[in-house]
């Protein structure tokens, strides 16, 4: 079974009929039955945090889709450990001339770990470490 990983981006476009990268993260998701979807507890946890702010209805909207994420037997979760958050943190310090997060480094270990080359996201910061980003069009 082929793995993609699902990266804050593509949660937030899925949930938010308003983002620019809804209609394509919708379309994107209906082929996804033959592919197993990870993601991290961290990914989840930037997800909610980027909702903190839009109101009682997207943060509920938000809490409920962690819940069927995390009940969904296509979406592999990876935990959060000490050492994934010190690994995160060895790969930011590397990369002090780049712009990424520790949740986009965390996520970068995991993929490498698990061997996977393509992430749901736009996020070019994956192009840079060599990562096959799937909304690379224009919304």
Known sequence: MKLLFADTFYWAALLNVRDAWHRQAVVYSQPLKQ???VTTDEVLLEFLNFFS???DYMRSG????VQDVLQNNSVRVVDQTHQSFLDGLALYAQRLDKGYS?????SMNTMRQ?????ILTHDR?????S???LFSEEA
């Open 35 to 37: 592919v197993q979807i």
């Open 53 to 55: 702010s839009y109101g």
């Open 62 to 65: 938000a809490a409920q889709r």
């Open 102 to 106: 520790v949740t986009d480094c965390i």
């Open 114 to 118: 698990l061997g996977i080359v393509e």
């Open 125 to 129: 910061h994956f192009t840079q470490e």
């Open 131 to 133: 990562f096959t980003i």
